[in-house]
């Protein structure tokens, strides 16, 4: 399958500072990749839909101005968190879609290895 | 009510059983069917993907799905040590184009 990386794995920062995700699709080229969020055992939230050369879609209850999403590339999105708090504190990761998958193949996302953030 | 509902577990097995994961949902304009698997502190790894209705077999995993029920079934065969994970059911309306919607993931741990 597709294989789409994140960058940094693992980033702790100060209360008020802001922090890029990279995320990046190595093998293919996407025009819509996905930023979700994963608390403590819960499940994967979507949190918004990067789509390349475009304004991002916000899921409802996503604040657009604290995460701030740039897909300036087809193999490249960016994640910033503005003024981070404590409560940012989670698991982040994207996904993309293969466009080379559709029809009776496997469409479906293929998902990075996440980025963990702590905010102190 | 939760759209996607999946016993978070934790599930326990001896090496060599069949374990059977399970999800509902509630959504029955879902199409596209998945199973995910994460280890801890890592990204979902896709590992069975379905169509509509039916099962699908790959190596000792079968994925089923009945959409008329909306419940979907991950079983494992032979399980090993290294199936311990939390396996994730997960649904789309259009495939790769959509957000996916997960259930929040069954712990599994299988003890050699």
């Known amino acids: 399958g597709a294989v789409v990386s994140q960058h940094p794995s693992w980033v702790i920062c100060k209360s008020g500072t802001s922090v890029k995700i990279e995320c990046r699709s190595l093998?293919?080229?996407?025009?819509?990749m996905f930023w979700y969020r994963q608390f403590p055992k819960q499940s994967l939230m979507l949190m918004a839909t990067?789509?390349?050369?475009?304004?991002?879609?916000?899921e409802q209850g996503v604040e657009k101005d604290k995460f701030l999403i740039n897909h300036a590339s087809l193999t490249l999105s960016t994640l910033t968190v503005t003024s981070a708090h404590p409560e940012d504190s989670s698991f982040y990761i994207c996904?993309?879609?293969?466009?080379?998958?559709?029809?009776?193949?496997?469409?479906?996302?293929?998902f990075g290895p996440g980025t963990r953030l702590t905010v102190l | 009510q939760k759209e996607v509902e999946q016993d978070p577990g934790p599930l326990s097995v001896p090496e060599g059983a069949i374990v059977s994961l399970n999800c509902t949902y509630s959504?029955?304009?879902?199409?596209?069917f998945m199973w995910y698997r994460q280890y801890s502190r890592k990204g979902p790894e896709l590992l069975m993907y379905?169509?509509?209705?039916g099962n699908k077999e790959d190596g000792r995993f079968t994925a089923q799905v009945d959409k008329s029920s909306k419940y979907i079934s991950l079983f494992i065969r032979d399980s090993q040590p290294s199936d311990s994970a939390t396996y994730l059911c997960?649904?789309?309306?259009?495939?790769?184009?959509?957000?996916?919607?997960f259930g929040t993931g069954t712990k599994l741990q299988v003890i050699p």
């Open positions: 996904s993309a879609r293969d466009p080379n998958s559709g029809g009776s193949s496997t469409d479906t996302q293929y």
């Open positions: 990067s789509n390349e050369g475009s304004k991002a879609t916000y």
């Open positions: 379905t169509y509509s209705s």
């Open positions: 959504n029955s304009a879902f199409q596209y």
């Open positions: 997960a649904m789309s309306f259009r495939g790769g184009y959509q957000k996916v919607t």
């Open positions: 093998d293919f080229q996407a025009t819509t």
